[in-house]
């Protein structure tokens, strides 16, 4: 067993895990992050999705003992506090991106870092930038429009002036609360 | 003043964004292998490896002994118990119907059939502890080609049989009354096209890998399984393991696409159905995606040989079919039907005089076939329409004029077919002028024509196909009458709460169609409630407790008749609470835009609402003489006859005549669906089924090797299109209402998968055409494009 530390979605656990668990399988079993869905066992469906480091991976690829000292954001963690959806998972409900819904999570957090890296992409770039997840059910198509759609939105807010600078330092994101296991 | 007594449809037609969506997208959705349960086990399964093999030794007892495992057992220790997995279509009496146990006792005969089982505290351990078993395999020959299989001497894959041959199935239009005789009416024929095409064989590769939980110790032995059918699946359990019906609890979650792919009982089921048992614990079983490719029923997987007589006008004289069906090693829950279901559809859209359809359902050493996306009738489409752009291309004529000069007219509605089906309504003429208007079809065919001139290696094609299907599944009366054990009625069930909120119980059971969002569309309309005040609740049998679920396109076609149905009756029912609500005579009172109001009363009048006739119930203190205190309903609908969509799909590829890559150009889609209540969610559908028959068309294809080793055992080797390898397309519709529905709607889930393919294939090989190439077996790979482009004569 190895001691490993990471934070998802915003919560920070320290668990002993077996050198060979994947990371997926501790989100879902240990962590009961099920919201991050196992699709296949060659890293082909992109299902598992999630952000590492702030970079998307598929997490049936990654060792949970790789994540140690890591933030994780699974698709449960995209939205708000408030509950306020991401533009992504916006756009994904706007443009009918979804129908079963299974391949979501991991298009949906594929989807945020691919607009992580490219503000702007064509719907070409969007398609490749894609090909790793796959959808059975929607053709892609809504997928791309949503994803288009949600680049406009976020740049729309980024280049939006920045609010007023608050008269006392912001009060500090809270601390990770501990869960102990 | 004139009173109205139309019911608003503020709700029907509007491109609602969907309710499912807010748990979907938020990671918050309940899959059946999310499910946890005090002390549950989990269990992995041992397959076989071996096509075909005697089980000379099986020894589970080694597995006991490794860390966490509870129990482990194989066929052998439940042959007498375990009972045997159900196919529920008698096609002919004389059907060759072997047992199918699921888990095999003494011999294997494919690779991938469950041979023992380990059960374990997690699923880890479960699956380290199989290769403890101890199986020896004396290995038996394999048989994997279906004209083999037929052969003399062939090996034989259930030997008791003395037959790979299930059962010979036969139409004939004369014989049935429905047309001529096919050598008659084809005497004088000036042209006939005779052709092999072959459906290779699919996989459904549904994204969410396949799921059973199992408590046994509830007083209802609850089993929750990623399903398309609940209902069915409680009955079945019922029948083969025997436990009493009403001990039996089938709950379908949140269930991912499907496809037909979930239309089954299955051996894993069943398993873990006896694991449970066996130790008293909860179990749960959970797919790989590797055990899912090679275990999970199969689809397709035909050979269509086709005989297409005409004049050299283009009318035609005669259509004969000899379908050859893999069935695979065994018969599934539906197996040996699905090729019969496409016995109605080789006619297409066409007038015929005579046809004759002869179907073989053969058995081999491969995963059994079943549904699969439009089950039969995506085969038979793709049949008739190559067909037509091959006789089209033999006749010198353009294909939609071939078309043209068959097809049934707007006029000549309802029509009787050849294939003694009647056909409700349609208008291919305007759906096809659509569809060429949209996609440019002359100036692409200007185009073509240039290009062709110019010998540029990037030839364009130009693919037509215009079909039609059968939609809402079925009328008992027909599925009995072929041999199908149940029938094809719907139920719906509306409770109306005390606070004017609604919920809505519907047998159908939706997973990913957005039955949520659709339901409750028609019920606020037909209640005169909000959209947002409606819940509508599915898949599991204690709630829901009466349906037939979901397949064949038929939930919305059969279920939301139902559901129309029991809506009106809450309507009636409240009638009288309003008119006494209202002091007022019950015949004087009238429902219009979710009031009841006296006849005559300014349509402004306030009158009453739903929710105070629900309110009234409620309390129940002043009720109308003699009333029942409820306003609650349910209504069971069987349909009268299918529905039957059509539409026109245009199909422009480029192929490269140097390297075999094919390019979709352009694709426009015009679908007749009838009557549309949430067009966001048609369009959907429409996008997913073409995406899937042009995975059929270019990239999809199930491979054995010849030990009978599937060699497409996972996503990177079956190749399942990515974003990347699919276009835009065009999506419109035209829009003519099914007669026989209350909303006129007629069903959307399978068209597009039935209508691209041959679009998709008969774009390459109209591109190919003037090097010599009349056919390509799917998948269109490049290999396949560049080895056709090589061997055809290119005078």
Redesign the interface.
Known sequence: MTRISITVDGVRYDDDV?PRTLLV?HL??RLG??????????S??G?CTVLMGGESVKSCTVLAVQADGLEIT???G??GSDGE?HPV?QA???R?A????????GM?MSAVDLLAENPDPT?AE???G???????????????RAVRDAAATMRAGASEPAPAAPEEAPAPAPAPVEVGS | MTVVDERPAAEVGAPRKRKEDARLITGRTMWTDNLTLPGMLHLAILRSPMAHARITRIDTAPALAAPGVVAAFSGRDVAETQGSLPCAWVVTDDMVHPDHPPLAVDEVRHVGEPVAVVVARDAASAVDALGAIDVEYEPLPVVLEMDEALGEGAALVHSDKGTNKSYTWIYDSAEAGHGQAYDAATAEAEVVLRKRYVQQRLIPAFMEPRSVVVDPTADQVTIWSSTQIPHVLRVLIALVTGLPEHKIRVIAPDVGGGFGGKLQMTAEELITMMAARRVGKPAKYTETRSESLLAAHHGRDMYQDVELAARRDGTLLGLRVRLTANMGAYLALLTPSVPLLGRYMYNGIYKLPAYRFECTGVFTNTTPTDAYRGAGRPEATYAIERAMDDLAAELGMDPIELRRRNWIGHGEFPFHTVAGLTYDSGDYEAATDKAMSLFGYDELRREQAARRESRDPVQLGIGVSTYTEMCGLAPSRWLGSLGYAAGGWESASVRMLPTGKVEVLTGTSPHGQGHETAWSQIAADQLGVAFEDVEVLHGDTRTAHKGLDTYGSRSLAVGGFALVNACQKVVDKAKPIAAHLLECDVADVEFSAGRFRVRGAPADAEGKTMADCALAVFAAHDMPGGAEPTLDAEAVYDPTDFSFPHGTHLCATEVDTETGRVTVRSYVAVDDVGKVVNPLIVEGQVHGGVAQGIAQALFEEAVYDADGNLLTGTFVDYTPPSSADLPDIVSDRTETPAPDHPLGIKGVGEAGTIASTPAVVNAIVDALRPYGVDDIRMPCTPERVWRAVQGGDRS
């Not at chain 1, 992050?33 to 060659?42: E, R």
């Not at chain 1, 894609?130 to 791309?144: A, H, K, S, W």
């Open positions: 077996q399988h879902r079993e992050k099920v919201g991050t869905v196992v699709g296949c066992d060659t082909n469906c299902s699974t698709v449960e995209l939205a959806l998972q994904f409900h706007d009918h979804l129908q079963c819904g299974f391949c979501t999570p949906i719907d969007i398609r490749e894609l090909e790793g997840n796959l959808c059975r059910c929607t053709g892609y198509q809504n997928i791309v």
